[in-house]
């Protein structure tokens, strides 16, 4: 194992980045030590890729094992024995005349909980921060020019605002006027003078963070903390510019450190609105037209001063003792800030080819491809269900069907239904409905026009169905058994509704076999084939009850939900319409009972599908762009599942009710 070179910078030009006119800088800071860390941080090495005219630094991250090494360009990199003051005359003073110049500047500070956040912005009495020693310049220059210095300081606390210099206040509110506007309604704007009366303000301002709530006893509070400077003119008082400095709370990651209750949402929402921050700074620097502001508090407080004439510095602070998180931090501000600040990825590439193609590959296995497989794993599914539920899985129909069938012990009167195109859409309608939007909480009126069309497109896409799979896989074993028991099966009157589409259903499989089978199949496509083999299946499966044999004198009533394989029925099996003699649940229990399996099977397909496929197919996933892809791929290298359920991907910046909304789009595709 190679030893990483010890950090080290040569600061002849270490000035020469600098670049005025560049939007946003990203740069780190490794925390100096305290007694008891007298150990060099050996696994961070600094260096210019072009010498000493470059303009940026590399800095390379290695594990202490080392089994993982990444590297990452950014602006600059200060290293444990660079004080502030040094920092301040390189990275922020440059920034100081331009906010009497109209423009807003932003200092954000963010990193892992104890990487010397507070200590950069805030600092100590023995050596000020960047906020104070950026106070006393502009309070200079506001002499010589004229202008007026006020300040604000605010928390913002799982996504409330509060005022630290008027703690009796109520909540900010964040609100937009007619011109797009921020304004913080409640936020108290006090005048400065002198450096002495900004440090009383700001430092009765730290301790005034007393929580609102008492959470637990003594549990130090984590949140945000913003403090305005405004330079305003002083003949009209108007705002010319802004400065801000940002300290986030520290980046907890959640899978890793065991949290509960209060501490963990305290943790996810912090984490979510580091995410909302670096995807409003990629937005930026990428020109999007559309830039997520409303994501988070904090980016909606911060939009007047990232977005239009601004200047943005991102400030990554690291541990001085090996930290994860500190390495994810890293990866994130240069990831956000693609186009200018390239991810330097060469050795992790390496890595990746040995490491990553196998969990791909252990994963394929996993990813079924043939419809055989995906009967099983939605078998195995509905198996589980049933097993749960301790009852009996029964053929997949709709209530109505159900319904009207359950007064009838005639097959063949469920038959005619079952065989009618208006009654397989009542099917699915009712699975569509009842099922799939169950949960949804968007009781508007777009939600109501989203479930009709889905419902729609259901209603129509029912004579889609393969019949050449259905012949395939089903012809010689139970469409031929039905027909041997003499029953009317529904299949066959299937069947021959589907064969008037056949050209249809050639195309579209001509067109599935065009995915590449060792790529992972698109979701959409994915659950469209659950979907069509549900629909198979509702028609073609029953799912039978097996009976102790005549002379077997238990009492044991077997359920098989082997719909991969059903077997040729015997003297032992006997169909659905013996519901009421075996005293089993109601058709209306059993439909539910499946079609929550079939939910659980899309999430654990769509899930998978997270945690495997490429960039470029999960970009093709609704609500999933370049931003989220590429924190998807972040959090994919620091677990090798990090999404195990669908709360998850609030770690991707999403909310609950986005969450929802995304899959209910990806199962309304399915009938398109
Ligand atoms: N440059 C430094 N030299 C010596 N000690 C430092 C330095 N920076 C930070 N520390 C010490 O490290 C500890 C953690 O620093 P600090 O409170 O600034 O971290 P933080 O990132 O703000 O933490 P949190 O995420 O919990 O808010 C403090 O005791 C602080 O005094």
């Known amino acids: 194992m190679d030893t990483p070179r010890p950090v080290h910078l040569d600061r002849t030009n270490a000035n020469a980045g600098l670049n005025p006119s560049k939007k946003v800088r990203v740069i780190a800071k490794i925390r100096g030590f305290a007694d008891l860390e007298a150990e060099s941080a050996n696994w961070v090495s600094v260096d210019k890729p072009k010498g000493g005219e470059s303009s940026s630094v590399t800095v390379s991250f290695r594990d202490p094992w080392g089994s993982r090494k990444e590297s990452y360009e950014l602006d600059n990199f200060y290293q444990q024995n660079e004080g502030n003051d040094t920092m301040f005359s390189r990275e922020v003073k440059p920034l100081i005349s331009g906010v009497f110049d109209g423009f807003n500047a932003t200092i954000i500070a963010y990193g892992a909980k104890g990487s010397g956040k507070t200590h950069v912005i805030q600092g100590s009495v023995k050596e000020p921060g960047l906020a104070p020693l950026a106070m006393a310049e502009i309070l200079s220059m506001s002499e010589e020019i ?263 012990t005639k097959p063949e009167k469920m038959a005619e239904k079952a065989s009618s195109t208006s009654d397989i859409a009542s099917t699915i309608r009712s699975f569509v409905q009842e099922q799939v939007f169950q949960e949804s909480s968007v009781p508007d009126a777009m939600a109501a026009k989203d479930s009709t069309s889905v419902v729609e497109h259901a209603a129509s896409s029912v004579t889609t169905i393969n019949p050449q799979e259905t012949a395939i896989s089903d012809k010689d074993s139970f469409l031929h058994t039905q027909d041997n028991q003499g029953e009317v099966s529904i299949n066959s009157d299937l069947k021959m509704l589907c064969i008037d589409e056949e050209s249809q259903i050639i195309d579209k499989e001509n067109n599935h076999s065009l995915i590449n089978k060792d790529e992972s199949p698109l979701i959409s496509e994915r659950l469209q084939e ?53 005293n089993i649940k109601s058709p209306w229990e059993t439909f539910n009972m499946r079609s929550s399996g079939m939910k659980t099977s899309l999430v654990q397909e769509y899930l998978k599908l997270l945690n495997t496929a490429s960039k470029d197919d999960l970009k093709r996933l609704k ?50």
């Open 146 to 408: 004229e202008k007026s210095i006020s300040i604000s300081f605010y928390e913002i606390f799982q996504d409330r605002v509060y005022d630290l210099l008027d703690p009796k206040r109520p909540e900010v509110q964040v609100l937009e006027n007619g011109q797009g506007k921020i304004q913080l309604k409640g936020l108290s704007q006090v005048p400065v003078k002198s450096i002495s009366e900004f440090q009383k303000l700001y430092i009765s301002g730290y301790s005034s963070r007393k929580p609102v709530q008492k959470i637990t006893m003594e549990l130090p509070r984590r949140s945000h903390k913003g403090l305005i400077v405004h330079v305003s003119s002083e003949s009209d008082a108007l705002s010319v510019g802004k400065m801000n400095f940002v300290e986030l709370a520290g980046y907890e990651d959640t899978r890793r450190k065991s949290g509960e209750g209060l501490n963990l949402v305290e943790s996810t929402k912090v984490n979510k609105s580091i995410y909302a921050l670096h995807n409003v700074v990629y937005a930026l620097n990428a020109n999007e037209s559309h830039v997520p502001y409303r994501e988070s508090k904090l980016t909606r407080m911060l939009q007047d001063s990232l977005g239009g004439k601004s200047r943005i510095l991102m400030l990554a602070c690291l541990n001085p003792s090996f930290c994860q998180d500190s390495m994810y931090m890293v990866s994130l501000a240069s990831r956000s800030c693609q186009g200018i600040n390239q991810t330097v990825l060469d050795t992790a590439k390496k890595n990746k080819s040995s490491a990553r193609p196998m969990l791909l590959s252990s994963r394929k296995s996993q990813i079924p491809g043939s419809v055989s497989t995906i009967k099983r794993q939605i078998g195995s599914q509905m198996h589980a269900s049933a097993k749960k539920a301790g009852g009996i899985t029964s053929m997949m129909k709709g209530r109505k069907l159900f319904d009207e069938a359950s007064h009838s």
């Open 530 to 582: 659950i979907s069509n083999n549900l629909k198979q299946l509702i028609s073609s499966t029953p799912l039978c009850i097996e009976m102790p044999p005549r002379n077997d004198t238990s009492s044991n009533i077997q359920v098989s939900a082997n719909i991969v394989e059903p077997k040729t029925p015997d003297q032992s099996i006997v169909m659905y319409d013996k519901w009421e003699a075996a």
């Open 623 to 672: 609500g999933i762009g370049e931003k989220r892809a590429t924190y998807i791929l972040e959090l994919r290298e620091q677990s090798s599942e990090p999404f195990k359920n669908l709360d998850d991907l609030k770690d991707i910046g999403l909310s609950a009710k986005q969450i929802k909304g995304m899959m209910k789009k990806e199962v309304g595709d399915l009938f398109n």
